[in-house]
């Protein structure tokens, strides 16, 4: 399995309040992305990473913002947390770029519920 | 644009085939599968370029096909493991960073 590790796995936090999702990767994959998974959704693209402080948006970035200060580390923040937000989100890592047709290998998932 | 998979749920019993299509509106560079079971993270299955290619992964297999848009995951001689969701991801161009999945297929295997 790849080494993905999500922090934290579960949190509870009220509307208005700042929240920072942490993906912490061991396999010195350049690419991380962070996705959100509803129901009848599917799995939506937020932000993505192409290397160490490089990053762009998704489809659903609205209310998000990322960083990337070192490979290993992928940060996902709300700024402002709305119950819109309650999700499941999962970090994914793949060694190349979508367009060289590469895996993603996907973290265990942060389940997140804003009151 | 978000392919549109089918069925939206199917109910097999062990030994049963099923087939799942993954349709999109634009024109399609690459597929991708995934199976999610309930409560745990996507796992990759296989990834079909375009050009017709078939991948085989145990009895699990997917066709690509470029003139309809279209990719067919098929899962043979079903087994109780194989149930749980099933997501295509698309790519739309060489030069795309961004798969967008579909909104999963649940299958079910029942003994």
């Known amino acids: 399995d790849a080494g993905i590790t999500q922090s934290p796995r579960h949190k509870v936090t009220e509307t208005g309040t700042p929240v920072t999702l942490r993906c912490h990767q061991t396999?010195?994959?350049?690419?991380m992305y962070w996705y959100r998974q509803d129901p009848g959704h599917g799995l939506r693209l937020i932000h993505y990473s192409y290397g160490v402080k490089d990053t762009d948006k998704g489809e659903v970035s609205d209310g998000y913002s990322v960083s990337r200060s070192k490979t290993e580390d992928f940060l996902l923040t709300l700024e402002s947390a709305t119950s819109s937000q309650t999700s499941v989100y999962f970090c994914?890592?793949?060694?190349?770029?979508?367009?060289?047709?590469?895996?993603?290998?996907f973290g265990n998932g942060t389940r997140l519920t804003v009151t | 644009q978000q392919p549109v998979q089918s069925p939206q749920a199917v109910i097999l019993r062990e030994g049963e085939d099923a087939v799942i299509n993954c349709s999109s509106s634009?024109?399609?560079?690459?597929v991708h599968w995934y199976r999610q079971k309930h409560g745990e993270a996507p796992v990759f299955l296989m990834i079909l370029l375009k050009g017709g290619e078939q991948k085989g992964h145990d009895k699990i297999s997917a066709s690509f096909n470029e003139k309809k848009q279209q990719s067919s995951l098929y899962l043979t001689a079903s087994q109780l493991s194989y149930s749980g969701t099933y997501f295509c991801g698309t790519a739309h161009g060489a030069g795309s960073y961004q798969l967008t999945f579909g909104k999963g297929t649940k299958l079910s295997v029942i003994p």
């Open positions: 634009k024109a399609l560079y690459s």
């Open positions: 994914a890592i793949s060694e190349r770029g979508q367009k060289d047709n590469s895996p993603l290998h």
């Open positions: 396999e010195n994959h350049r690419y």
